[in-house]
């Protein structure tokens, strides 16, 4: 697995990394503990050294899962999680105060088995809370050795400023994809500038883009896309279009969709390392395969032109999660 380096932190990650949410939350029922565990450690056999939770997901069981699973590999992987939800519970609402994130770093570091956080990010940027508040804690953090590393995710550029006038940021997390670009027009200028790296989520736009779901897709009880607006059969019916051109271009290079979408995501800047989910080993195997995928400049600008053509139906978010994206 080819290697790359979040922003200029000097933080070096695979170039895909892996996003566990899905093993214990969001997608539906959760993964049996050692079938996670077994896929987590299938990653890092293939190379993946950068793993991503977060005190929320399950909630708290997903840590558990990731420190039990990495635990003989800690010296060799890269380890982010995240704070910012009331009792890491997302529907509780935002709570970035000083006294939870220090309680949420304690917690993280017993249920990850270690006594470092690599990557500690700010889940969303809590609008009760100063941000140069919350990069000072997380910087007695750092200067305490339990954390190496401090992120923001979903944040908007006025948000990534302020903090970084506090504490290096180190990497951003936000939803980027082939169906969710907007990050383009303020976010990654912004990031360049000041040397941060940018760490995409849902990279595959939460398993649309491998064609795996299609309109009479059903989801399980628990599974999150159930309530989205870009996933009622109306809006995969109108998006069908994209994955059609999606499927065009990837036959055409002798490739997977999912694979050309996450070898664009790798083309766009150096210092991007996306994180796509899997509970599957074959999926699993086929996304990593994707870093070995050269598109060139020509690729790049056939894919932009093809997709230029297309409007994307449907919001990315329910519109009372809306509200957590920092603008």
């Avoid at 010296?75 to 939870?100: H, Y």
């Avoid at 750092?142 to 954390?147: H, N, P, S």
């Avoid at 599974?223 to 499927?247: C, H, K, M, W, Y």
């Amino acid at each position: 697995m080819k290697k790359r380096t979040l922003g200029k932190s000097g933080l070096e990650v695979s170039a895909l990394g892996f996003g566990c949410m899905g093993l214990s939350f969001g997608l539906g029922p959760a993964t049996d503990t050692q079938d996670a565990i077994a896929l987590i450690r299938a990653a890092v056999e293939r190379g993946v050294t950068f793993f991503d939770t977060a005190e929320s997901y399950g909630p708290f069981v997903n840590e558990e899962v990731v420190g039990e699973a990495l635990a003989p590999y800690r010296n060799d992987v890269v380890i982010a999680t995240k704070f910012g939800f009331k009792d890491g519970l997302v529907m509780s609402g935002l709570d970035s105060r000083p006294e939870r994130i220090r309680l949420v770093a304690d917690a993280s570091l017993q249920r990850l088995k270690t006594d470092y956080i690599d990557l500690f990010y700010q889940h969303r940027v809590d609008p009760n809370v100063p941000i140069e508040e919350v990069a000072g804690v997380v910087k007695e953090l750092i200067d305490a050795g339990k954390v190496k590393h401090f992120g923001l995710s979903e944040a908007g550029v006025e948000s990534i400023r302020r903090a970084h006038a506090v504490q290096r940021v180190t990497a951003l997390q936000s939803e980027y994809s082939l169906w969710w670009r907007e990050p383009e027009s303020e976010i990654l200028p912004v990031l360049e500038e000041l040397g941060i790296g940018f760490v995409p989520f849902s990279p595959l736009g939460k398993g649309f883009l491998t064609g795996a779901i299609g309109t009479d897709t059903t989801f399980a009880s628990g599974d999150f896309r159930s309530i989205v607006p870009r996933f009622t059969p109306e809006a995969r019916a109108a998006n069908q279009t994209l994955l059609d051109t999606l499927g065009q271009l990837a036959a055409a290079k002798g490739v997977t969709s999912a694979q050309i979408a996450l070898a664009w995501l790798l083309g766009q800047k150096p210092w991007i390392a996306p994180i796509p989910g899997t509970t599957k080993l074959h999926r699993l195997e086929e996304n990593l395969a994707a870093a070995n995928i050269e598109l060139s400049s020509t690729d790049l600008s056939d894919i932009e032109s093809a997709l230029s053509k297309i409007t994307v139906e449907g919001a990315r978010y329910p519109a009372q999660m809306q509200q957590l994206v920092n603008r």
